[in-house]
């Protein structure tokens, strides 16, 4: 896999350069609507073409999921791309923003990677090789407690149905625990999470493309990664909870209490 790890990084950087020559013209950017609070610039589209121009270059039989233009069909091998996690952030000059590409083979995360172009970080994950940032292995916190923790969340922010539900999740993880924080881009919550940075993760109705990389990291940094149930059909429900094991155990117990039967 580190020839395909090494082209998800090369399409990541050079997407990311762009994403980066694009920042100082954010003003006379055109932006699209696609939905209630999800928007796509022009930066977002540049960004991926440039992306399944590299990926197709050297593979042109795989198939990629995007997410400005959607399912390309291909074999077994799947790309799945965000090329600008955090676009919000992005418009308004919030300096979180990220690149976000995995690759899955037969429905198996094989290869992950997530580049912070401001910050010039670069998460790499490959299925069985560990995780790393720039040339730092990368484990999940040693926390043990929710005391002293600090989770990052997404608020659902596309839909109001599951509002009350996830309320109830936030009052009761943030009686518990030192701090909640909600940064914007999905994908660097998740790599923090594999760095350490953050103690766990969760959300509702995350898309595919946000943090399918993350969750590699995540487990090749020792983490672990299911969905409200317990299960492992988050990528499909988009529900997710990601921690060390001992932080997970202890986030599962606090949120499963709030989990609506349409979360499950």
């Known amino acids: 896999m580190q020839p395909m790890l090494n082209t998800a990084i090369r399409a990541a950087r050079s997407a990311g350069d762009l994403i980066l020559r694009s920042s100082d013209n954010i003003g006379h950017l055109r932006v699209d609507q696609k939905g209630k609070n999800d928007y796509a610039s022009e930066v977002d589209r540049m960004a991926e073409r440039e992306i399944i121009s590299i990926i197709k270059a050297a593979y042109p039989e795989h ?16 790309w799945v791309i965000d090329p600008l996690d955090g676009t919000t952030n992005f418009l308004h000059g919030f300096p979180q923003y990220a690149v976000s590409i995995a690759l899955k083979h037969k429905g198996k995360l094989e290869v992950g990677v997530i580049y912070d172009p401001l910050r010039d970080e670069l998460f790499t994950a490959k299925r069985g090789g560990g995780a790393m940032l720039n040339n730092r292995r990368l484990r999940v916190t ?9 989770i990052g969340t997404g608020f659902p922010f596309r839909t109001d149905q599951h509002l009350n539900a996830y309320v109830g999740m936030f009052r009761t993880l943030t009686m518990e625990c030192a701090g909640i924080r909600r940064a914007g881009a999905a994908a660097l919550d998740l790599a923090y999470v594999a760095a350490g940075r953050l103690d766990g993760f969760w959300e509702i109705g995350i898309m595919e493309w946000d943090m399918a990389a993350g969750i590699l990291l995540i487990k090749e940094a020792g983490g672990v990664v299911t969905d409200f149930s317990f299960n492992d059909n988050y990528l499909q429900s988009g529900n997710v909870i990601a921690a060390s094991p001992k ?17 499950k």
């Open 63 to 78: 198939a990629i999921l995007a997410e400005e233009s959607g399912r390309h069909q291909g074999n077994d091998f799947v």
């Open 247 to 263: 932080m997970h155990q202890l986030m599962y117990q606090l949120i499963e209490p709030h989990v609506t039967d349409s979360l």
């Open 142 to 150: 040693q926390q043990t407690t929710l005391k002293g923790a600090l």
